[in-house]
């Protein structure tokens, strides 16, 4: 059978990159690499069938210069461009330009991205769909914001309209804090964003976060494949994911399902997406906002449900059916997340970036690691210090947390600062065992989360010593790969076609 696609360039970098290469290989389509300078011997570049430079390390001239990155595609014979997650992969203008240009975008319509894409918008869509939704309302000013606060009552949340990721968020518990956290609300949402609007939410207090992994296809076809538990989060930013969420019945499950579809088709979305909700103390639950795009954590719903969510991105984005309906769709036993992050937990988790000297991932049944990196790889200070996402399955949540912590006791990475010591004093942590969290985990439980035992330093030399045994019998090093090839062929291949010569 002929292949959906010839070729694919992969508009991303570091693991996600890497994740949607293999998806592409096992389908039979090349895959196409794009690389900033300081990226050029990344593994995403290795792994690719080609690679292309696209400029220097700033994102802004090179990861988001989508003219740029559609030349290339078009330059090397592709007839697809799947954006992985951040970066171009939730702009509008970007989709629209590579339709026009003749590459089928791997990812939802510019007219769902736009009408999910200011929060705002998004949420009026979303009360007139009959999704429910958090009481709040405008903020332009200070006396709206307090006029908005008064009606909904406090504590309130100040979060940017154009955004994501924490930025330009701010609780406020009293009207006298109000306008200060306004203003820097603002003023970190312009930074980021370029646009300074905020809105106000209703605090809900001690909530969880769950989401709703939906799928859909051109022909009017949409599923959900069910939810995962974000909760565990530092500044906004997730930490850990796991499905299924420990603290919900199946009926809240169904009942969220069926609202996240009914709200996609309201878009006329298809492709991967995911609704992002609030759950209250008393299991209500409230939209939050959609990501039209793949999620970072989505391996936790392909370990439970065993589809493969970018080969059905691909697949819908060649024009054909999703091939999985609401019927077919099971969920089996427990997977959990973590993001290994290149940071130091104990300076208030900044980045650590620097050379990997040594490296070796857990393995064994029902281990997954989604990484970006090798030995004697540069972590970045330029992007996302995300190293790798360990993932687990077991049939059960208990087995999955016992699972996870013997992964991360053989996870070990030398060179560079890593979360690896916090995310295993995480799952030794007795709330976390029994499921119980909210967002507000790793704030109320911070120094347990930060000081501890974790693995011995018997236990991690050991693991020291096996890798640098290993390290002897390694194949070429890094540093002796060329350069990529004027020709594009990616400087792993070319190393490994030599080899056969």
């Not at 091939?323 to 959990?336: C, E």
């Amino acid at each position: 059978m002929a292949p959906l696609m010839k070729k694919v360039l992969i508009a991303n970098r570091g693991e996600i990159a890497v994740r949607v290469a293999r998806t592409l290989r096992e389908m039979g389509i090349g895959s196409v690499a794009v690389y900033s300078e300081p990226d050029h011997q990344s593994l995403h570049v290795r792994v690719c069938d080609e690679a292309y430079p696209i400029g220097p390390a700033a994102a802004a001239e090179s990861y988001l210069v989508g003219e740029r990155l559609i030349e290339v595609a078009k330059r090397a014979g592709c007839d697809g461009v799947h954006p992985g997650y951040g970066f171009l992969s939730e702009n509008a203008a970007f989709a629209e330009a590579c339709e026009q240009r003749g590459l089928r975008f791997i990812g939802p319509p510019a007219s769902a991205m736009r009408a999910m894409g200011l929060k705002t918008a998004a949420r009026e869509r979303m009360a007139a769909a009959g999704v429910p939704i958090v009481p709040g309302g405008n903020a332009n000013t200070a006396e709206e914001a307090l006029e908005t606060a008064e009606r909904i009552g406090y504590p309130v949340m100040l979060k940017a309209t154009a955004g994501g990721g924490g930025k330009g968020m701010r609780l406020v518990h009293r009207p006298d804090e109000l306008t200060a956290a306004l203003e820097r609300a603002q003023s970190e949402a312009l930074k980021a964003f370029g646009d300074p609007t905020v809105y106000l939410e209703k605090a809900i207090i001690r909530p969880r976060h769950v989401e709703i992994q939906v799928l859909g296809d051109q022909h009017g076809n949409m599923v959900h494949l069910f939810e995962r538990d974000c909760s565990i989060q530092r500044r906004h930013q997730k930490v850990v994911e796991e499905a299924p969420c420990p603290a919900i019945d199946e009926d809240i499950v169904r009942r969220m399902g069926e609202v996240a579809v009914k709200g996609a088709q309201a878009v006329g979305y298809y492709s991967a997406g995911t609704f992002e909700f609030l759950l209250s103390e008393d299991h209500e639950f409230y939209f939050l906002e959609m990501n039209t795009r793949l999620q970072v954590e989505h391996p936790v719903t392909e370990l439970i449900t065993g589809v493969d969510l970018v080969r059905e991105m691909v697949r819908v984005a060649a024009g054909l059916p999703i091939s999985v309906s609401q019927s077919d769709l099971v969920r089996r036993g427990a997977a959990i997340e973590c993001r290994v992050y290149a940071e130091d937990p104990s300076a208030g988790f900044l980045p650590s970036p620097g050379t990997i000297t040594a490296l070796r991932a857990p393995s064994g049944p029902g281990v997954r690691d989604d990484s970006g990196a090798y030995p004697g790889c540069t972590i970045s200070p330029h992007y996302d210090p995300l190293v790798s996402k360990l993932s687990v399955w077991a049939p059960t949540r208990e087995q999955a947390v016992e699972r996870l912590r013997r992964a991360l006791r053989e996870y070990l990475v030398s060179g560079i600062r890593t979360n690896l010591p916090f995310h295993q004093r995480l799952v030794e942590h007795p709330d976390f065992i029994e499921g119980r969290y909210d967002t507000g985990f790793i704030d109320r439980h911070r120094d347990a989360l930060l000081t501890g035992p974790t693995t011995s330093k018997e236990e991690r030399a050991a693991l020291a010593q096996a890798i640098a045994v290993a390290a002897l019998g390694s194949a070429t090093s890094s540093a002796s790969l060329p350069t990529t090839t004027s020709s594009g062929v990616s400087p792993w291949l070319a190393a490994h076609r030599a080899t056969l010569r």
